[in-house]
């Protein structure tokens, strides 16, 4: 079965200061990941993807994450947290012939002026 | 200009009552999706259609009934709601036929609704 994991329910950071948001999978078959941001009272955002090459994948809003196909993780970092990135960050990976998204439990990400 | 709206934002409703929300999208996307965010955040698909048919429907009680007149609305009904029922229901869309790996999912902002 495929699954998603967010180990850390909340991360707080300091603003200026660089974040992850920690995401581990597992699928069988080629993974394809996902990243989305939930503000307050608002349905998801897509912020980024892998599917395929350069793991390094850089995305919306400064963001950018790092597959590692051996610890089988896609965690999401930014360089210099703002404190309006402060939300909701699901992880998601595709699972079956049609587009079913399997999204993780979701890591709220407070950042702290 | 909103690209995918639900109608209404909240829903407060007594339990054994039907209700039903409604999903547009003006994005000239070819499948849209229905998921239910639980309390604790969780995010769960329960339908997709793709050009009015139904491709995707999870195991849901079949008191969830979505409904699809054409490719730009997909509305939930709801027999006989439950207390459980209470949640955030996302409408999203995607273009294609959803079968595409890269394709990325475009939400509306959730309905809130509550069973009492």
């Known amino acids: 079965a495929q699954s998603v994991a967010q180990p850390e329910d909340q991360v707080n950071v300091a603003e200026g200061n660089p974040l992850t948001v920690k995401c581990t999978y597992s699928v069988s078959g080629n993974p394809y990941l996902f990243w989305y941001v939930q503000y307050p009272n608002r349905g998801l955002q897509f912020l980024l993807k892998?599917?395929?090459?350069?793991?390094l994948v850089k995305g919306s809003y400064g963001f950018e994450a790092e597959f590692n196909k051996s610890q089988t993780s896609f965690h999401l970092k930014k360089p210099s947290a703002l404190v309006s990135d402060s939300a909701l960050y699901f992880c998601a990976v595709k699972s079956g012939g049609y587009n079913k998204l399997i999204f993780g439990a979701g890591t709220r990400l407070a950042v702290h002026p | 200009d909103t690209a995918v709206s639900q109608t209404p934002k909240y829903l407060v409703t007594q339990m054994g009552n039907d209700k039903s929300i409604k999903c547009e999208q003006n994005l000239g996307h070819d499948t849209m999706y229905w998921y239910k965010q639980d309390s604790k955040k969780f995010l769960k698909i329960m339908f997709s259609?793709?050009?009015?048919?139904?491709?995707i429907n999870e195991t849901v009680p079949n008191r969830f009934s979505p409904k699809s007149p054409d490719k730009a609305h997909l509305n939930l009904h709801i027999n006989s709601l439950e207390l459980g029922d209470s949640a955030v229901y996302f409408c999203a869309s995607s273009l294609g036929t959803g079968r595409a790996i890269n394709e990325k999912l475009f939400f509306g902002s959730g309905t809130q609704l509550s069973v009492l």
């Open positions: 259609y793709n050009n009015k048919e139904l491709i």
């Open positions: 892998y599917i395929t090459g350069d793991n």
